[in-house]
């Protein structure tokens, strides 16, 4: 089993920034894709930014050029640093970890409001 816990959501002014954390413990071993992912009211959960345990990054055409996704393997967590948030972004933002089968985390609501 692998345990994901994400912190660092909040209200935010559009334009500001947030960052946001995932701290993975457990059977974390083999893990081989970590990622953000949100949902929104209404909508179903999308992919927002993955990376590899090679380094590889991806993003969502959405969040290009204002998000960066980064991890710190000797401290088992990845971030998303969200800059020049909009209220589109407003979402609860999931940490997921791939190891054979995909594990969540419970997800940090994230608004982005004036």
């Known amino acids: 089993q692998v345990q994901l816990v994400e912190s660092g959501g909040g209200l935010v002014q559009p334009g500001g920034s947030l960052r946001l954390s995932c701290a993975a413990s457990?059977?974390?071993?083999?893990?081989?894709?970590m990622g953000w992912y949100r949902q929104a009211p209404g909508k179903e959960r999308e992919l927002v930014a993955t990376?590899?345990?090679?380094?590889?990054?991806n993003y969502a055409d959405s969040v290009k050029g204002r998000f960066t996704i980064s991890r710190d393997s000797a401290k088992n967590t990845v971030y998303l640093q969200m800059n020049n948030l909009k209220p589109e972004d407003t979402a609860v933002y999931y940490c997921?970890?791939?190891?054979?089968?995909?594990?969540w985390g419970k997800g940090t609501l994230v608004t982005v409001s004036s």
């Open positions: 457990g059977s974390i071993f083999g893990i081989t894709v």
């Open positions: 997921n970890a791939f190891r054979d089968i995909h594990y």
């Open positions: 990376i590899t345990s090679g380094g590889t990054t």
